[in-house]
């Protein structure tokens, strides 16, 4: 079955400290890699994707995301964390063959510390 | 989430009751789709529509109707709502191969 797995349900990273936020997936051929963020009692937004070509893909708000095809991972990372960036993130792999549906990741809940 | 509108944002139904959760977008986009969320399940695909009048089953279908007589338009109807379906609802919109653009969701609340 296809899946994306966030492993971490909750990070806490102090203010200034960078943010890594894990996502492996598990779903077959070369899947577009999809990082959203959803902050309280809003949709979900766009922060970056990888599709192909440079294996560091720079997003919205400094986000940026590592892919690794070996690992089947794409971690999303921060070099310093802002108290704003407190919300829930969610990685999301996409293959061409399945009509342009998405596989969630269960979610990670970030909150940076003063 | 400007160009895709839920409705509505909050609605408190009896169990039973059948209920619609409006979807809304203006880019003409081809594809649409209707997720469920919920805490420990994340986002669960409910059903999808890669074009007008086709439509297609996700993760978590029963209980749930679509339709798609518009591009534009994806209702999601409750034929009968359970309290298990108390959930906050997303629509989003895409074209193939591109992310997917979010309403603001319908929070649901069936007692």
């Known amino acids: 079955a296809q899946s994306v797995a966030q492993p971490e349900d909750q990070v806490n990273v102090a203010e200034g400290n960078p943010l890594t936020v894990k996502c492996t997936y598990s779903?077959?051929?070369?899947?577009?890699l999809f990082w959203y963020v959803q902050y309280p009692n809003r949709g979900l937004q766009f922060l970056l994707k990888?599709?192909?070509?440079?294996?560091l893909v720079k997003g919205s708000y400094g986000f940026e995301a590592e892919f690794n095809k070996s690992q089947t991972s794409f971690h999303l990372k921060k070099p310093s964390a802002l108290v704003s960036d407190s919300a829930l993130y969610f990685c999301?792999?996409?293959?061409?063959?399945?009509?342009?549906?998405?596989?969630f990741g269960t979610g990670t809940s970030l909150t940076v510390i003063p | 989430d400007a160009g895709i509108t839920q409705s509505p944002r909050y609605k408190i139904t009896e169990t039973g009751r059948q209920v619609t959760l409006m979807c809304h977008q203006t880019?003409?986009?081809?594809?649409m789709f209707w997720y469920r969320q919920d805490l420990g399940h994340g986002l669960r695909l409910i059903y999808y529509?890669?074009?007008?009048?086709i439509t297609d089953k996700g993760e978590v279908p029963d209980g749930y109707v679509v339709s798609r007589s518009k591009t534009e338009n994806f209702p999601l109807t409750l034929e009968s709502a359970t309290r298990s379906q108390t959930s906050v609802y997303f629509c989003?919109?895409?074209?193939w191969g591109v992310g997917y653009t979010f309403g603001s969701g319908t929070r649901l609340t069936v007692v």
């Open positions: 989003a919109s895409s074209e």
């Open positions: 880019w003409s986009h081809s594809y």
């Open positions: 529509s890669a074009a007008a009048d």
């Open positions: 779903v077959s051929g070369n899947p577009y």
């Open positions: 990888y599709i192909t070509g440079d294996n």
């Open positions: 999301a792999a996409l293959t061409p063959n399945t009509g342009n549906q998405f596989y």
